[in-house]
């Protein structure tokens, strides 16, 4: 079965620079959530959407940003990196939103240096 | 605010001992509660949800309102379930997860 996909699965970037990461949510899922897990911590969410729209928002800097398109696939858009960025970056989907069950991608590894 | 408490980082047992990852949970409604495994560079995949009263790969949770857990229980480990155990809780009227902050679980043969 398709699973949630995620692109690029490893990214390093330079302090002060932008990044960009995707998530391709399982076909037929309108939900579609970021989550932060630093090294050694639990995943922390940080936005979710549905049906294009943001839904719930939780610890994301400014500094982010992050829309879910047509084809419902999600953009998670980082500038001004800082090192405290470094981090596994989680996309999950889910059929209808609460209470459904969330499926996740492999995740991102950012590195920034 | 919500929140999920797993006290043991790390639970090392010997193959068919059984197994106790213990969960606890703040909040004074109704949370959806669930266990999520992560294997050895695998993503994070749902183990089972206390809605479902399931048993999944020999793993049963009950959730016990009264002490508010939710211990993810197994009766005989095997070396295969050695993995990042998560618990985490989902409120009824968001969507997003609160994940506990894991417990690696080590089984030995």
């Known amino acids: 079965a398709a699973g949630v996909i995620q692109s690029p699965r490893h990214l390093i970037k330079e302090k002060r620079e932008t990044a960009t990461l995707k998530c391709y949510p399982i076909?037929?899922?309108?939900?579609v959530y970021w989550y932060q897990q630093g090294p050694g911590q639990d995943p922390q969410f940080l936005i979710s959407?549905?049906?294009?729209?943001?839904?719930d928002k939780g610890s994301i800097p400014d500094r982010f940003s992050a829309q879910q398109f047509s084809d419902y696939h999600s953009e998670l858009n980082m500038s001004s990196l800082e090192l405290g960025d470094s981090a596994l970056y989680f996309c999950?989907?889910?059929?209808?939103?609460?209470?459904?069950?969330?499926?996740f991608g492999p995740g991102t590894r950012l590195t920034v240096l | 605010a919500q929140r999920v408490t797993q006290p043991e980082k790390l639970l090392s047992v010997f193959k068919g001992a059984p197994v106790e990852l213990k969960c606890n949970y703040s909040?004074?409604?109704?949370?959806?509660l669930f266990w999520y495994v992560q294997y050895s560079r695998q993503r994070l995949q749902l183990l089972l949800r206390?809605?479902s009263r399931e048993s999944i790969k020999g793993f049963t949770a009950d959730l016990n309102k009264g002490e508010t857990s939710f211990h993810l229980k197994k009766p005989f480990a095997q070396e295969e379930d050695s993995a990042m155990y998560y618990c985490?809780?989902?409120?009824?009227?968001?969507?997003?997860?609160?994940f506990g902050t894991g417990t690696r679980l080590q089984v030995f043969p």
């Open positions: 985490a809780s989902q409120h009824h009227n968001t969507d997003k997860l609160i």
């Open positions: 909040y004074s409604g109704s949370p959806e």
């Open positions: 999950a989907s889910s059929a209808t939103g609460v209470g459904d069950t969330q499926y």
């Open positions: 959407f549905y049906e294009k729209m943001q839904s």
């Open positions: 206390h809605i």
């Open positions: 076909p037929r899922h309108d939900t």
